[in-house]
Every structure is written in structure tokens, then in C-alpha cells.
């Protein structure tokens, strides 16, 4: 026969107390673990680095190497044996060869596999447990060591409101040229593309501003089915370093596929003279694309950060970025 006894307030043991030989004999034992009062998912914002020269791009692809498929193979790797690995929701999906420095994901963890990061583990010691994004960067990190063109630059936990992809208020991307004005580095040619000619940087950044606001970039974007064109440009102008490279910065509320390289491939045949600057806010006008520029090399392309609300307004401006974009009627 076992009976069980249990205290009130017992913090570090439960007694149990054995019938053995008429004689009452109290076992003491462990006290069940208690984990942190985990939600019924906790999410995982994702600040990611990458060289995009030896990747198919962002998005996941049966047999090609991409980020999001390298990054879910890490995560898969420290969550073993917690199915359903997390899938990555990310704020731009770039294309191949296009790198970032600020780019941004986000997954969800279910309370097993936070529990599991964050669980020390037997005979190391009485040490307390640290926090989730600590675990989470630290132990992805150690995963991901071997690919170097990849850093998980932070981990943070934040709102189950927050979306990688709806919340964001901007994207901001860089482009980089040299030109025969320019110095060529040879350590900089993964990431800036090479133009044969000498470039107008005054031309370029007037036809940069003419571009600037509310419009249909159907122009300047690959149109894929039942996605609308229409995107704030809140900013873009373009400046030489002090090496004399050409630098485009490109900021909006979103961008569509192939759009940062249109432009700035419309701007470079601004600086050749072939194309009047006032010419580019034109093509918006017409609504559809055209030959008269090239979409540039994606080397030249890097996602430099992404800009998000307080955490009050997360789910606000998710719904609106949800609606379709429409053009004001006039």
C-alpha cells in the first residue's frame, strides 16, 4: 500500500511514505521541476546579417542553399526533437545575389521548445537558467559558425502581435556603383557593381526625387499575379563617398519584386543621358513596364534596415498594411 503525504508550502521535496514490513518508512524525493509559466507561444524576433553571393536568394527552395532555408535548418537542429520545427516569417524576401545587414524574421516557439533552450542541463552545475533570446542567439549561432556569410546579429522576444513582414513601417536599401570617377576595390567588388562609363550624380539624384511619393510602380516592378504596384517612396537620393562611389539610399513603406534594382537601373541611364530625368515619373504614369533602362546586378544590393512601431501599434499597422494599396482619386 502507498499513501501520500503532501505539505503545505513543501518547496523541495514530497514525501511519500512505503508500507514495508508493518514498518512506516519516509522516502524523500526530488519535487517535480516546475518551468517558467511559458504562453502558448512565445515569438522570436530574428536580426539577421548575410553575404548574398552564394545564396539562391531569401526564400526557401528544394536544392538550391538560401537564408531562410539555412536559418529553419538551425532552428531544426537545436529543436530535434520538439516538432513542429518554427518557420520563419521575414520583413523582405531578397533575391539572389542581394545582401543585408538589417534584416528581420520572426518565428514561434511552442512552450516545449522554449523550455527546452532554456533548461540546464544536468551536472553543470546549480546554475540559474538564462533568458530565451539569449539561449536562442547563442545556441543558433553556434549552429550556424560554419557558414560565416551568415550572423544572426540578435534574438529578442517580443508581442505575439508583432509580423516581421505586416509591422513594418519601412524597408531601407542601399545601392552602390563605381564608375570611372570612382575607386575600384577589389575587397568591395561583391558588393558594389562595376558601370564602364562616368555617371551624372546630379542628373541621378534630380530623376531620384521626381520618383519620390505615393504612385504605381507598375514601371519599375516584375509583376507577379494579383499583387498590386501601387508603394509610398519615402525617400531616395544618391551621393558620392569619399572613394567616389555612387550611393543610392532607397527607403519606402514596402517594395515589389525587382523594384529597388528598376530604379536605380532607370536612374543610371538618367547619369548616362540617355533618359531625361523628369522622364522617370512618367513611366509611372503609364503604368507598364518598359525597355528604355536595365534592372541592375543584384550585387550591388543591400537591405540596410527595417523600421518598426511601438509595440502598442503592432497590430494596428498590420491590418493596414494588409489592405490593398490604392492611389488617391482625384
Not at 100 to 124: I, M, W
Not at 199 to 220: E, I, K, Q, T
Not at 250 to 274: I, N, P, Q, W, Y
Request: hydrophobic share 40%.
Amino acid at each position: 500500500m502507498v499513501a501520500e503525504q503532501f505539505g503545505r508550502g513543501q518547496k523541495s521535496t514530497s514525501t511519500i511514505t512505503l508500507h514495508k514490513r508493518h514498518r512506516l518508512v519516509p522516502v524523500n524525493l526530488p519535487a517535480p521541476r516546475i518551468g517558467p509559466p511559458w504562453p502558448a507561444t512565445t515569438r522570436i524576433r530574428l536580426d539577421i546579417a548575410y553575404d548574398g553571393t552564394d545564396f539562391a536568394g531569401w526564400a526557401r527552395q528544394p536544392g538550391f542553399r538560401t537564408v531562410q532555408g539555412q536559418v529553419e535548418a538551425g532552428l531544426a537542429t537545436i529543436l530535434q526533437k520538439y516538432l513542429p520545427h518554427p518557420t520563419l516569417i521575414v520583413a523582405g524576401r531578397t533575391d539572389a545575389g542581394v545582401h543585408a545587414r538589417g534584416q528581420v524574421a520572426h518565428f514561434d516557439l511552442t512552450p516545449e521548445q522554449a523550455d527546452s533552450l532554456v533548461r540546464v542541463k544536468r551536472g553543470t552545475g546549480d546554475r540559474p537558467p538564462i533568458p530565451l533570446a539569449v539561449a536562442v542567439q547563442r545556441r543558433l549561432s553556434g549552429v550556424l559558425v560554419t557558414q560565416p556569410d551568415i550572423v544572426v546579429r540578435s534574438a529578442i522576444v517580443v508581442p505575439t502581435s508583432f509580423d516581421a513582414r505586416f509591422s513594418a513601417l519601412w524597408r531601407r536599401y542601399e545601392y552602390r556603383i563605381s564608375d570611372l570617377y570612382a575607386l575600384r576595390d577589389p575587397q568591395q567588388r561583391l558588393r558594389t557593381t562595376w558601370h564602364p562609363g562616368k555617371l551624372d550624380v546630379d542628373l541621378m539624384d534630380a530623376g531620384a526625387a521626381n520618383l519620390v511619393g505615393l504612385h504605381d510602380f507598375a514601371a519599375y516592378c516584375k509583376p507577379r499575379p494579383g499583387a498590386t504596384t501601387i508603394r509610398t517612396l519615402q525617400d531616395f537620393r544618391w551621393r558620392r563617398d569619399e572613394e567616389g562611389v555612387l550611393i543610392a539610399t532607397l527607403t519606402a513603406d514596402a517594395f515589389c519584386h525587382s523594384m529597388v534594382r528598376a530604379l536605380v537601373g532607370a536612374c543610371v541611364a538618367v547619369g548616362e543621358g540617355k533618359l531625361d530625368a523628369a522622364r522617370l515619373v512618367n513611366l509611372n504614369i503609364e503604368r507598364s513596364r518598359i525597355v528604355e533602362f536595365k534592372v541592375m546586378p543584384a550585387e550591388g544590393l543591400t537591405l540596410l534596415d527595417v523600421g518598426y512601431p511601438e509595440d502598442a501599434e503592432l497590430a494596428i499597422r498590420a491590418v493596414e498594411t494588409r489592405n490593398r494599396r490604392a492611389l488617391p482619386v482625384l
